[in-house]
């Protein structure tokens, strides 16, 4: 099954990108919910966290370097940011294709709305 994250990283569908390696894909999310709001994908298709395999750990960390990078060059690592990641429709997740969301540039209430 061919998921819109798939088509974006195939180039079939364009995406205000901001961060690439061979493995990772952070860009502009289409509906923010924050000033700064990126999408952090896996190129491999992995449909949810509770899925990936032992052999997927590296991709893991990886997606959390690349929440580190975009926040720098987003200039929000030092005034702060929130990583969340949904997982299956009852936590949230609406495309199943493993993402990862880095919000911030401003301040994020606990729990949120």
Not at 53 to 73: F, K, W, Y
Not at 95 to 100: A, D, G, I, K, P
């Amino acid at each position: 099954m061919s998921t819109i994250f798939k088509k974006i990283i195939d180039g079939d569908i364009p995406a205000d990108k901001v961060y690439e390696t061979d493995n990772i894909l952070a860009f502009r999310d289409i509906n923010p919910q924050a000033p700064v709001h990126i999408l952090i994908i896996p190129k491999k298709e992995i449909d949810r966290i509770s899925n990936a395999s032992n052999s997927d750990t590296p991709i893991l960390g990886e997606m959390m370097e690349a929440a580190r990078r975009v926040a720098v060059s987003e200039g929000i690592a030092d005034s702060g940011y929130r990583l969340v990641m949904n997982c299956g429709e009852n936590g949230g997740q609406e495309v199943e294709h493993m993402h990862l969301h880095l919000l911030g540039g401003r301040k994020l209430d606990w729990p949120p709305g």
